[in-house]
C-alpha cells in the first residue's frame, strides 16, 4: 500500500523558510510526478510546485523564484524549499504522487501546515 509522509512544517515569521519533506513507501517514485499542493482555509487547494520523473520543475507563479522542489527516487522521497515566505504562504501543504498516463494512480499524503507570521 502506497503512504506518503509530509514532514517539515511550522511556523515561521515572514521572510523565513521551512523545508518540506515528503517521503513514499510501499513503491518506486522513479517514473511518477511528484508535487506539492497548498490549501489555505475556504480556499481551493492548488498546486505549489511539481516535478516529473525526468526532473522537470513547474512552479505558481506566487511561489516562483522563493520555493524549489527537488526528488531522491534512491530515497523516494520529495522536497519542497521555502524561501522569502509571505503570510499568505500560509496553508496546509499536501504531497502528491501521479502517474503521468493514469490519472487514477495518484496518492496524496495527510498534510502539513505552515503558518508564516507578519
Known amino acids: 500500500q502506497v503512504q506518503l509522509v509530509e514532514s517539515g512544517g511550522g511556523l515561521v515569521q515572514a521572510g523565513g523558510s521551512l523545508r518540506l519533506s515528503c517521503a513514499v513507501s510501499g513503491g518506486t517514485n522513479s517514473i511518477y510526478t511528484m508535487g506539492w499542493y497548498r490549501q489555505a482555509p475556504a480556499e481551493q487547494r492548488e498546486l505549489v510546485a511539481s516535478?516529473?520523473?525526468?526532473?522537470?520543475?513547474n512552479y505558481a507563479g506566487s511561489v516562483k523564484g522563493r520555493f524549489t522542489i527537488s526528488r531522491d527516487n534512491a530515497k523516494n522521497t520529495v522536497s519542497l524549499q521555502m524561501n522569502s515566505l509571505k503570510p499568505e504562504d500560509t496553508a496546509v501543504y499536501y504531497c502528491?504522487?501521479?502517474?503521468?498516463?493514469?490519472?487514477?494512480?495518484?496518492?496524496w499524503g495527510q498534510g502539513t501546515q505552515v503558518t508564516v507570521s507578519s
Open positions: 516535478i516529473t520523473s525526468g526532473g522537470i520543475t
Open positions: 502528491n504522487r501521479r502517474h503521468p498516463f493514469r490519472p487514477a494512480d495518484t496518492y
